[in-house]
């Protein structure tokens, strides 16, 4: 921190609203639902799981725009989102991601376009899960930027956990599907661990005040909890009030990385 | 065309704020509030969606130089910030829409009918500049008088400065007069007289130049600041990793199941190749 002129923040927090980490929550699951249920169909496994897994891909796509239209300033200029492609911009990068997703996620119901709309799907898929990662770290608010090699997998990982809760709460109890999930959760609690050690003055807004308190609670039912329930208990009750807590610990982790953001903006001077 | 560019010298401004007001009559952009900040006598103290020119009051210790004060007052010195149309642009690069655009006088250029309010320019910015006006929707900051410029005419702001403080020109003749008036300044005694474009960072240099006494810093002029553009290797290829690893990831556990099972791996792969 150096001199600033009266304190003023040197940068301009966030304008988004509660609708972008919503979208970031939803666009994950259903990115995450199109790897399962494509994966699912092409090893043969269970019918049922990979047409369900289809369904919340191809559900979770229209939600996505739905809200990215609403945060828009202008929403009933959101087509002008498709008016160029710009690789140097993220965003840009983004709104091509996601209508190649929901034309590929649609494309997959359809019984005769199932295997090319679903590898397509799969595809676009692991970009909804990543690409957000990429949206908030290349930024100028310290905290996102700092955490931009982090970022990316740490999302994949909330989205994948995400539809595969989603799965279990359907009803869906195959040891695969409980292996993805427990990754998943193995690999929020080492970024969770991460995140709780590392100690520079821009990762602040990640430990302490209302941001750092979502950011711990959404570490905690993303990762430790969640594995530790499902590597205890092959009950079903169980492996859902796990799929419950990692539900609610990425959309945690999807809001308190917008509220470290805008706490970030003001700390930069 | 030209490229043009703003050299605003702050040992020459008086804290008048006529460019202030030549810019929002000029530009027709909305009052923002009537705070009263206690802040010097600075009620504007940044630039935002609706304050395109801002003129900042900064209080030093006493110090000889240009219009010298008595021992007893504070030094006092005024700098119009402006937008600084960067030379690698953080907003320009974050649009989506391209809305966004770089003008054939070199500044960048915001065009209303096409910006969709997106917000991604608000956190591009490394300066804090361009902000969504709530009221409107769209993102709004410094046209440079793009429609002036068009004409042949200089920007409302650098019009109305009645001490020749904001220049405008082109660039490379503000450069050198730049040059020429820091000469002058520490012939006269100035000594903490600095320039400031970023030249130095991965900015690459602004069209808006800066002379100011002192810190940079307190004028909330960084030294040290990066176009995010810098961080997309990082990003990229972090993501990419992590795709690879979903997918690879939920491929063997479901493999691995349906060997354990009675399937084939090979009969597996061989799906996934079709």
Redesign the interface.
Known sequence: MTTTYYDVPLLKPPVWTWEVPLYFFAGGAAGGAAIIGSIAEWTGANGHLARDARWIAAGGAPISAALLTADLGRPERFVNMLRVFKPQSPMSIGSWTLAAFSASTTGALVPALSKAAGTSSALTGAAMLTYTGVLIGATAIPVWHENIRLLPPHFAASGIASAAAILTLMGHDEPALNDVAMGAAAAETVIGAFVETRSTPAMAPLREGPSGWMIRAGGVLSGPVPLLMRATSKKPTWRKAASVAALAGSLLTRLGWIAAGRVSAKMKG | MATTAFLTDSTLCIGCKACEVACKEYNDVPADGYAF?G??Y?NT??L?HSTWRHV?F?EMDTAFGVGGNSGEQLSWSFVSDVCKHCEHA?CL???????IVRTEFGSVYVQPD???????C????????????PT????FKCTFCYDRQRDGEQPACAKACPTQSILFGEIEDLRAHAERRLETLRARGVDDAAFWDAGDTSVGGTHAMFIVRG?P????L?QQV?V??V??E??????????????A???A??????R?HG?STRS?LQ??S?
Do not use: H
């Open positions: 900040t802040q010097s600075d103290l940044q935002g900042a900064v953080g690069e974050a649009c989506p829409t391209g809305s096409v910006c969709n309010g997106c917000g991604y608000v956190v591009g910015c490394p300066f804090g500049v361009i902000d969504r006006r409107d929707g769209r993102a810190d810093e307190a004028y909330n960084p990066d995010p553009t961080y997309l990082d990003g990229w290829k972090s993501a990419a990793a992590a795709a690879l690893v979903a997918i990831g939920t491929a556990a479901f493999l691995a199941r349906r354990g399937g597996a799906r996934i079709v």
